[in-house]
């Protein structure tokens, strides 16, 4: 049983297709095929139903998968603390960022010019969630070995100058029970709102602060805005009314994987960047 055929089958019995499976590894589909093969030989069954068209992963092979997938994850990891026994860092952070993008660039900013041999690569998919060594998010259930607090904020909710709401001057949410919202944080728009006994009329939802902004300014609904990550970017002609309500920002080392010594630098340098923002 040899690695790169464990490496083959994982990544085979993920996509379920063997051409996939090819041009990931740069070979041809007959080495992929060949090799699952012969691994269906040595343990004495077979992984995957094949049909006319298509393989799909059996129960054995869902179990198998399971075992190996995690026995890879630990050979991995011994490659990376291996290569991290002197003081110099390196390597690649794969980091997820859901919340406080500025803070977080900044922070990547000042470390490698530090660290210049250590580099970034942004995860977007959540089915790459599992290859990450860093989320930054605000709270949320998820599998992690530690959680470290970052900043937490306050999310008022932004209007037009010439808002009624605008120049009175303490306002609650339940103020704005027949507003139009604007999402650019949809998750504490409706929390906050059902808090408040209703729920939000949304009427645009975007997850980009330049239009929210934007519908804002020209008058189609108010918004909650985070104000730390935000901050700046709103004109003199958009007022922002404090409802009560704060997002909290972590810094998440998901679980069951080593954490890389540049992992731990790095979010010195978060921390040192939210100082300014508690």
Not at 20 to 36: D, E, H, L, Q
Not at 184 to 195: M, N, Q, V
Not at 231 to 244: C, P, Q, T
Request: with cysteine; glycine share 4%.
């Amino acid at each position: 049983m040899e690695l790169l055929q464990l490496k083959y089958f994982c990544e085979t019995a993920k996509n379920q297709n063997l051409s996939a499976t090819a041009k990931k590894f740069y070979v041809p589909p007959s080495n992929i095929s060949n090799a699952i093969k012969r691994l269906e030989r040595e343990i004495g069954c077979e992984l995957f139903d094949h049909f006319s068209n298509k393989i799909v992963l059996n129960e054995k092979g869902r179990r198998f998968y399971e075992r190996i997938s995690q026995a890879l994850t630990l050979v991995r990891d011994a490659e990376i603390e291996a290569s991290e026994s002197d003081d110099a860092l390196r390597g690649v952070i794969a980091l997820k960022c859901k919340s406080n993008r500025g803070l977080v660039t900044a922070a990547i900013e000042k470390f490698i010019k530090k660290y210049p041999d250590v580099r970034f690569t942004m995860v977007f998919g959540e089915a790459e969630m599992k290859n990450i060594d860093l989320l930054i998010s605000y709270d949320m259930p998820l599998e992690y070995d530690e959680r470290i607090f970052l900043l937490e904020e306050d999310i008022p909710i932004a209007m037009r100058r010439d808002h009624p709401l605008a120049n009175i001057d303490k306002v609650s949410v339940k103020d704005f029970k027949y507003e139009s919202f604007i999402t650019g944080l949809s998750i504490e728009t409706h929390k906050a709102c059902l808090e408040a006994g209703f729920r939000p009329l949304i009427t645009i939802e975007t997850n980009d602060p330049q239009y929210v902004r934007k519908y804002v300014e020209i008058g189609l609904g108010v918004a909650f805005i985070p104000a730390y990550s935000w901050r700046g970017m709103f004109s003199e002609n958009i007022v922002l009314k404090s409802v009560g309500h704060t997002r909290k920002t972590y810094a998440y080392i998901p679980s069951g994987r080593y954490t890389k010594k540049a992992v731990r630098e790095f979010i010195k340098y978060l921390l040192n960047e939210a100082k300014d923002a508690n």
